[in-house]
């Protein structure tokens, strides 16, 4: 079992920026992504960004140009979000993928509002 400490949410106006981090207690030995998803009132869960131990990037089309995702280290995970939009707004969730299996692991998810 993986767990993780999420932290960098809270309240933003537009234009403005958060950063979020995620610390895992642990990785496993083969390859895995990292990464946050997120989830807006009444939507599905969506991939914000994600980066592969191996430092491959992948990020969706609406935040591409805007978010950046980086590793400080193999446990944790930082997401810069710049020039924020209401759309950005939601719960976001810290998330391990083993490549191998697929297996998911989640946060328990941290809330971005973004208002004036």
């Known amino acids: 079992q993986v767990h993780f400490v999420e932290s960098g949410g809270g309240l933003v106006q537009p234009g403005g920026s958060l950063t979020l981090s995620c610390r895992a207690s642990t990785v496993p030995n083969g390859a895995y992504d990292m990464g946050w998803y997120r989830q807006r009132t009444e939507a599905q869960r969506e991939l914000v960004a994600s980066i592969s131990n191996y430092g491959m990037i992948e990020y969706a089309d609406s935040v591409s140009g805007r978010f950046i995702i980086s590793r400080e280290n193999p446990l944790t995970v930082t997401l810069q979000m710049n020039d924020l939009k209401s759309e950005d707004a939601g719960v976001y969730y810290c998330?391990?993928?083993?490549?191998?299996?697929?297996?998911?692991?989640w946060g328990q998810g941290t809330q971005v509002t973004v208002s004036a």
């Open positions: 998330n391990m993928r083993l490549s191998s299996s697929k297996r998911d692991f």
